[in-house]
């Protein structure tokens, strides 16, 4: 009986709007976009007649000019100073931001900063006196099923309310940052940028998106959780714009093939499968190594750890937990910024090897890399490493994606330069019971791990 007391949802929800509503606003922002387009008059360029027909044209259709756009959206005060939260999608290319307060009175406000990649934006607002504001929850608290409260300017209605769930949470959409809280409390256009409460009034979520065949509400919407948008707004605050931290490696998933072929015990971490000069290669990461824990926080795959890392400071020097040849070691790496790193691609000495003839291993017709293959295939810092010249469509090669074209450059996470050495490591995995040998394989400069089944 305890717990269904627990669950059960609040005899009404008017206390908590009468908290937290007066720091709820509606935003409204405007910009000069171009005219209409549509058919005209095929007039040659410079003929009398063409400003004529222009002439015409506008006094039928005004609109064909420049004119002022106008958008709704919604946001919360943060500070009783003035700052704002809301969307970067609500205010972006506007020249005029304003803010309607649920007492009545309108303020202009300026943009501080935004963050496009968890459509954040921070504005500020100079009011007389102190203004009511929220504070933000902790998102990783909230369970699935819990209750929370969405408040906004729903299709430009004004102030509004409505009340659901916690549906689901640790959604991702499209974006590298992604941690949305999924619930069914309505959520419409106009409601972008406005906060999503918890029963205690704090702001778990900033409401985003909707999932809709329609465009209207069907109870699937999305709220970029608080622990995301706290660190992009402090850093909004503070830097006006985003200071992310970078790790400098390229990195996939370990899949339960992948992780045998390591001696993994578990598919998790994040696989390293590149590391140009940077802040990882600085702090000893290398190709090939699992990176199971970052700063204290165990990975379960890239999407954590690029979020992770994002959410530390550029400057900060982390520990590292790295599987490596089948042990752990821990490395320090002081993080770079994300947002002034350039994509280094990885250097090597060039090298030369002598090729003999293609042979097949495991379903792959191969060859050495040569200069002018290097070139074709478009993996100019590889020095050595077998290409792909051909897959039998039956093999396990061919059912893990590989093709024709495809570079071969580590085998049992060692460089190979021929094909007697892949059949060497193939033969030794064999001997050692494995059931997969891992690959290295680049793809047009992009590189990626696969495990090639052993077993007949």
């Not at 291993?361 to 890399?369: A, E, H, S």
């Not at 070139?375 to 590989?402: F, H, N, R, Y």
């Amino acid at each position: 009986m305890q717990a269904r007391a627990q669950s059960a949802p609040p005899a009404t929800f008017a206390d908590l709007v009468d908290q937290v509503g007066d720091a709820v606003v509606n935003i409204t922002t405007s910009a000069i976009v171009a005219g209409r387009q549509g058919p005209g008059p095929m007039v040659p360029e410079g003929s009398p007649l063409e400003d004529f027909f222009n002439d015409f044209l506008d006094r039928q259709n005004p609109e064909r000019g420049p004119r002022r756009s106008q958008a709704l959206g919604s946001g919360f005060v943060i500070s009783e100073d003035g700052y704002i939260v809301t969307n970067n999608h609500v205010i972006e290319g506007a020249d005029e931001i304003l803010i309607e307060f649920r007492e009545g009175f309108t303020l202009q406000a300026e943009l501080v900063g935004t963050d496009p990649n968890t459509d954040i934006a921070l504005l500020k607002v100079e009011a007389d006196g102190p203004l009511p504001f929220v504070s933000f929850g902790d998102s990783e608290a909230m369970r699935v099923g819990d209750w929370v409260m969405a408040m906004g300017n729903p299709l430009g209605q004004g102030f509004s309310v409505s009340v659901g769930i916690v549906s689901a949470a640790g959604r991702a959409l499209s974006g590298t940052y992604d941690d949305y809280i999924q619930t069914d409390a309505a959520i419409n256009r106009g409601n972008s940028g406005g906060p999503l409460f918890n029963m205690a009034g704090e702001v778990i979520g900033v409401n985003t998106a909707i999932l809709s065949p329609t465009g209207g509400s069907i109870g699937i919407g999305f709220a970029m959780s608080s622990d995301v948008v706290t660190n992009v707004v402090a850093q909004l605050r503070e830097f006006g714009e985003t200071r992310r931290g970078w790790l400098g490696v390229r990195i996939q998933d370990v899949t339960p093939d992948i992780a045998e072929g390591l001696g993994l015990d578990a598919a998790r971490g994040a696989l390293v499968t590149d590391v140009p000069e940077g802040p990882a290669r600085d702090g000893g990461i290398e190709v090939g190594d699992v990176i199971l824990s970052f700063d204290g926080d165990d990975i379960a795959d890239t999407r954590e750890l690029v979020r992770i890392v994002g959410e530390s400071a550029e400057g900060q020097t982390i520990r590292v937990l790295v599987f490596r040849d089948g042990e752990t070691q821990t490395l320090r790496v002081t993080l770079g910024r994300r947002e002034t790193a350039e994509g280094l691609a990885a250097t090597t000495p060039d090298g030369r090897v002598v090729p003999p003839q293609p042979a097949e291993v495991l379903g792959l017709t191969l060859t050495p890399l040569t200069d002018e293959t290097r070139q074709q295939l478009g993996v100019p810092g590889t020095t050595t490493g077998l290409v792909i010249e051909a897959v039998d469509p039956a093999s396990d090669a061919a059912s893990k994606g590989l093709v024709a074209g495809d570079v071969i450059t580590e085998v049992a996470q060692q460089p190979v330069a021929d094909v007697a050495a892949f059949q060497e490591r193939v033969q030794t995995a064999i001997d050692n019971g494995q059931k997969s040998i891992l690959l290295l394989i680049r793809r047009g400069g992009n590189p990626r791990f696969v495990a090639l089944s052993l077993e007949d």
